[in-house]
């Protein structure tokens, strides 16, 4: 059998498949994060492993399953969250989040060191952003100089579990494709950026998804109810995982997934940085690369809609709030499509691709006194619909 987890923006899955590739068990385990102030999205690192942990404890508790018979361990993660070590290997702060805008005087002191064009020719991105983590560090460098100086390593959210896994710090270029920090072309550090961010030798060793780390470490292993002969593989970004699982790893394949974040994969045999329409890119899982614009706040405006929103579906759901999505569709779904002139724009956070404009907000325009919940709810809907299908349009346009 094999033990996968997800961590994301939101919550943890955990899973236990056959060997065939069936689903044994499955938890999900939620969590909030801390909003210090506007823009700014934090949390305790501990958070992620604990939920990792218990999802572990559950999926093996309930399933029944023999430990010995686990033979792997591997998952993935979001991209771009940092959590900083110090000399103990202890965190030193809060995990500064994806969603994060704070960086925006680092965004402009990083651009004057990087044009545009050599931005997306070395690393895929096609916009500096405060989003990526070299402009966090660097705001973490200007704000908080002694946190700072104590940091021995910086690993994304995927490393930090594999680091408590199996106690070897590592990450992939695909995870740091979106650090900034990585010639996603020659698979290492970018020196250019290291160097002005001052994080030469903090970052993680660089192997191939699929990789093995190690064995899980033996008090690991008790305390997860694992065997200790249990391998921990190197696994990847979230969204490049979820085009795996998904089939798509061949050119011309298309896929979305709407979680916290939507996000459209196209698999490529090439990366084109001459391309008339620049659309992000990444190294895949498999050989080739993986085409990946994203909209930042797409589940979770829906998600927002239901926790500030909607405390009549919730108590309806009996206090489930995955339920609560159930009733809050049906509202949506008595409402005719275009919501009757109300449109909304999902940038809770931002936005991403096509716009990549971190000062973007969300905002429903049209509202009139006959709107009421169900009209919102579906309008959110919508929204996400309309930037797809803009998406879309862009992929024919750049040939990808």
């Given at each position: 059998?094999y033990?996968?987890?997800?961590?994301?923006?939101t919550s943890?899955?955990?899973?236990l498949?056959?060997?065939?590739g069936?689903?044994v068990?499955?938890a999900?385990?939620n969590?909030?994060?801390?909003?210090?102030?506007?823009n700014?999205?934090?949390?305790?690192?501990?958070?992620?492993?604990?939920?990792?942990?218990d999802?572990?404890?559950e999926?093996?508790?309930?399933?029944?399953?023999?430990?010995?018979?686990?033979?792997?361990?591997s998952?993935?993660?979001q991209g771009?969250?940092?959590?900083?070590l110090?000399?103990?290997?202890?965190?030193?702060?809060?995990?500064?989040?994806?969603?994060?805008?704070?960086?925006?005087?680092?965004?402009a002191e990083?651009?004057r060191?990087?044009?545009?064009?050599?931005?997306?020719r070395?690393t895929?991105?096609?916009d500096?952003?405060?989003t990526?983590?070299a402009?966090?560090?660097?705001?973490?460098?200007?704000?908080?100089?002694?946190?700072?100086?104590?940091?021995r390593?910086a690993?994304?959210?995927?490393?930090w579990?594999?680091?408590r896994l199996?106690?070897?710090?590592?990450s992939t270029?695909?995870?740091?494709?979106?650090?900034?920090f990585?010639?996603?072309?020659?698979?290492?550090?970018w020196?250019?950026?290291?160097d002005?961010?001052?994080m030469?030798?903090?970052?993680?060793?660089?192997?191939?998804?699929?990789?093995?780390?190690?064995t899980i470490?033996?008090a690991?292993?008790?305390?997860?109810g694992?065997?200790?002969?249990?391998l921990?593989?190197?696994?990847?970004?979230?969204q490049?995982a979820?085009?795996?699982?998904?089939g798509?790893i061949?050119p011309g394949?298309?896929?979305?997934?709407t979680?916290?974040?939507?996000a459209?994969?196209?698999?490529s045999?090439?990366?084109?940085?001459?391309?008339?329409?620049?659309?992000?890119y990444q190294?895949h899982?498999?050989?080739?690369?993986?085409?990946l614009?994203?909209?930042?706040?797409?589940g979770s405006a829906?998600?927002?809609?239901r926790?500030?929103?909607?405390p009549a579906?919730?108590?309806e759901?009996?206090g489930?709030?995955?339920?609560?999505?159930?009733?809050?569709n049906?509202?949506?779904a008595?409402?005719?499509?275009?919501?009757?002139?109300?449109?909304?724009?999902?940038?809770?956070?931002g936005?991403?691709?096509?716009?990549n404009?971190?000062?973007?907000?969300g905002?429903?325009?049209?509202?009139?006194?006959?709107?009421g919940?169900?009209?919102?709810?579906?309008?959110?809907?919508?929204?996400?619909?309309?930037?797809?299908?803009?998406?879309?349009?862009?992929?024919?346009?750049?040939g990808?």
């Open positions: 059998m033990l996968a987890f997800d961590v994301g923006t943890v899955k955990v899973v498949f056959s060997r065939d069936r689903l068990r499955k999900i385990v969590y909030q994060l801390e909003t210090p102030g506007v700014r999205y934090e949390a305790d690192p501990e958070l992620y492993w604990n939920a990792v942990a999802g572990t404890r999926v093996m508790r309930l399933s029944g399953a023999d430990p010995g018979e686990v033979r792997t361990v998952g993935c993660s771009e969250t940092v959590v900083l110090g000399k103990d290997d202890r965190p030193v702060r809060r995990a500064i989040v994806w969603l994060d805008q704070r960086a925006r005087d680092e965004v990083l651009s060191l990087v044009p545009n064009d050599e931005l997306y070395v895929g991105l096609t500096m952003d405060p990526w983590t402009p966090k560090l660097l705001w973490v460098r200007r704000n908080e100089p002694e946190v700072f100086r104590s940091v390593r690993l994304w959210v995927e490393d579990i594999t680091f199996a106690g070897r710090a590592c270029a695909n995870l740091l494709s979106s650090s900034l990585v010639d996603v072309h020659a698979r290492r550090y020196s250019k950026t290291v002005a961010v001052g030469d030798g903090r970052l993680p060793e660089i192997l191939e998804p699929g990789d093995a780390v190690g470490l033996p690991v292993a008790a305390d997860l694992l065997s200790p002969g249990t921990v593989v190197k696994g990847s970004m979230d490049a979820s085009a795996l699982g998904a798509n061949e394949i298309v896929t979305e997934t979680g916290s974040v939507m459209i994969g196209v698999t045999g090439t990366a084109d940085p001459s391309a008339a329409v620049r659309l992000p190294p899982v498999v050989p080739g690369w993986l085409y614009p994203y909209v930042q706040t797409a829906y998600k927002w809609w926790d500030r929103f909607s579906e919730i108590a759901a009996g489930d709030l995955e339920a609560a999505y159930t009733f809050m049906r509202l949506a008595a409402v005719p499509a275009e919501s009757e002139g109300l449109v909304f724009l999902p940038f809770l956070a936005a991403g691709t096509p716009e404009d971190p000062d973007a907000r905002v429903f325009h049209g509202l009139t006194l006959k709107h919940r169900g009209h919102c709810a579906r309008a959110i809907q919508e929204s996400i619909a309309y930037l797809l299908k803009k998406i879309l349009a862009d992929f024919a346009r750049s990808s």
